[in-house]
């Protein structure tokens, strides 16, 4: 059964960079049928796409995010990671990783099947 | 940029239907997706591609798309569905994917 599992610290300063990495078990990272992504919400909000990636390094952004965002694969850990630089109180949130569905199916695509269970990152000095 | 308009909230009492509105421009022509929340968990995928029900997920829960509106219904409510309900699309337009704000169900 396909687990996804953030980790990182809880705590980051403002200005400083958010750094997540998700490990994927029970699947492969690798494998040649779905995006990898990053969600987050905010305490009482709603869900914000930050950005999603293929294993080859295929990866979209979310244009809000784009300047600040970077998104990588390791394959031979079988996970993917998030950084985020220049951080304020606004991105203070859960984040989520998680899988999307069968990318050979268009209509599938970009539907989220599989979420990790979350991690809180407050920015606070 | 696109953009998907949920009720903040909506109440239902048990045994009646629930219906759950997300508007947006031409969003018949999109795929669109429903996610359930409960406090404290990650979404879980309730309704794809408009209409679909992924294993698992009780028939009392439907959708449909067109126009300007997709709708998930929830028939016959029970308590355990309290929860928040997220649509989602990707906007190819934008390379985007996008979340609608959320609607929070409240049984009665």
């Known amino acids: 059964q396909l687990q996804l599992q953030e980790s990182g610290p809880g705590l980051v300063k403002p200005s400083e960079t958010l750094s997540l990495t998700c490990t994927v078990s029970?699947?492969?990272?690798?494998?040649?049928?779905?995006?990898w992504g990053w969600i987050r919400q905010p305490p009482g909000r709603g869900l914000e796409w930050i950005g999603s990636?293929?294993?080859?390094?295929?990866?979209y952004y979310n244009p809000s995010l784009k300047s600040r965002v970077t998104i990588s694969v390791d394959t031979s850990k079988n996970q993917f990671s998030l950084k985020l630089n220049s951080v304020t109180a606004r991105d203070t949130a859960v984040y989520y990783c998680?899988?999307?569905?069968?990318?050979?199916?268009?209509?599938?695509?970009?539907?989220?099947?599989?979420w990790g269970q979350g991690t809180l990152v407050t920015v606070s000095s | 940029s696109y953009v998907l308009t949920q009720p903040p909230s909506v109440s239902v009492a048990p045994g009646q239907t629930a219906r759950i509105t997300c508007g947006g421009h031409?969003?018949?022509?999109?795929?669109v997706h429903w996610y359930q929340q409960k406090p404290g968990q990650a979404p879980v995928l309730v309704v794809y591609?408009?209409?679909d029900r992924p294993s698992g997920i009780p028939e009392r829960f439907s959708g449909s798309n067109s126009g300007n509106t997709a709708t998930l219904t929830i028939s016959r409510v029970e308590a355990g569905d309290e929860a928040d309900y997220y649509c989602?699309?990707?906007?190819?337009?934008?390379?985007?994917?996008?979340f609608g704000g959320g609607t929070k169900m409240t049984v009665l």
């Open positions: 591609d408009d209409s």
């Open positions: 031409n969003i018949g022509t999109k795929s």
């Open positions: 998680a899988r999307h569905g069968d990318v050979t199916i268009s209509y599938l695509r970009w539907l989220v099947d599989h």
């Open positions: 989602q699309v990707w906007d190819s337009s934008s390379d985007h994917l996008l």
């Open positions: 029970g699947g492969s990272i690798s494998s040649i049928s779905y995006y």
């Open positions: 990636i293929y294993y080859s390094g295929s990866i």
